[in-house]
């Protein structure tokens, strides 16, 4: 749940509180997970359902979260998976791994604010979208981008437009990126948001307020991994 405290999602729910799309009519999320037609070593154990760390739980429990913390939870969901390639290359070995877990998943559903929402998740090889998710509403849009579906790991890119025209880029305010000075070293790596997380868990502590998730908003995900789990089956 360390995307939340990722400066860029911060700055869209300033947006939408700030009234910059209007009253959010859509959204939609489209993400890569695996980028080609191999997959590194480490990650191979991620190719078997029964470990517990798959596309579903990992790059869609990570995009999901990060939609549902900024727009609202679904009321309902309907899904679809598949294993579209169902043997893939290990990197460095170049063994052919048999895959029990989905490398497509889609939802389609609708929020607590009755907006429409979808999201894609899915491996791809050319003419890749790393990361795409645009937030629609009655008078704007929000464009977030990325190189992975991994929204907690990869720098985000926020762009916006209000009423026609392509979005153009937003710049991220220092106030954001520099809430915590002594993580500025880690900017754009893995580890930033994780940080930027328990700095934040830690003023919690101190001030006695709670901005971070719990494990009731952890149980709360799940529920949801486990209604896409079930739909799609």
Known sequence: MQARQAPAIELVQEL???GYVGEVLSTTMVGLSVPGGVVIQPNVYMLDRANGATMLTVAVGH???TLNH??????DLSAVSAIRR????AEETREEIVKTAADQIAVIGTLTSRATASIHIREAVA????FMWEINGTNGTLRITADAALPE????????ARGGGEPAELAIPAVLTGKWPTLAGLEGAPAFNVGRAYAA???DIDNGTHTVPDFADAVRRHEVIAAIET???
């Not at 900024?70 to 009321?75: K, N, P, Q, S, T």
């Open 16 to 18: 939408l509180r700030d």
């Open 63 to 65: 995009s999901l979260d």
């Open 70 to 75: 900024v727009l609202g939870e679904f009321v």
């Open 86 to 89: 169902p043997l893939i290359a």
């Open 127 to 130: 003419g890749r979208t790393g």
């Open 153 to 160: 790991i990869f720098p985000l890119t926020v762009a916006g």
């Open 201 to 203: 868990f830690a003023a």
């Open 231 to 233: 739909s799609a089956a």
